[in-house]
């Protein structure tokens, strides 16, 4: 399953929050965020069987604000956060994303 582009409430709202997935804020503009963007890529490809979402903080800002205020998460970016059963497992931001932390906090 590739990854895909999220940008409102109500997209993020209708994915499925029984199982799990893994969501990133990534910034367009912001170096750092395009290393770990490269990152959660590169495990996207690897786990084709877990979803991956993603949103572009420039353009979906109230989105990344409405993500942040329900689960208590302060906002980051970049951030990658893991949701399992509707709740926050993990997440992380700048170099700490990388493919194998992904891999090794989605099981």
């Known amino acids: ?3 895909q ?3 409102t409430e109500d997209e993020f709202n ?3 929050h029984d199982g799990t997935f893994v969501f990133f804020k990534h910034s367009v503009t912001c170096p750092i965020s395009g290393r770990a963007f490269e990152e959660f ?3 996207v490809k690897q786990y084709e069987d877990i979803p991956a979402y993603y949103l572009q ?3 979906s ?3 990344s604000n409405y ?3 329900q689960y208590g998460i302060k906002h980051e970016s970049p951030q990658a956060i893991i949701f399992k059963n509707g709740k926050v497992k993990w997440h ?3 170099s700490q994303i990388t493919a194998q932390s992904l891999a090794e906090n989605s099981k």
């Open 67 to 69: 993500i942040a205020e």
């Open 1 to 3: 399953m590739p990854k």
């Open 41 to 43: 890529e590169t495990f």
């Open 5 to 7: 582009l999220i940008q």
């Open 92 to 94: 992380a931001s700048h």
């Open 57 to 59: 903080v420039q353009e």
């Open 61 to 63: 800002r109230p989105l």
């Open 14 to 16: 209708q994915l499925d």
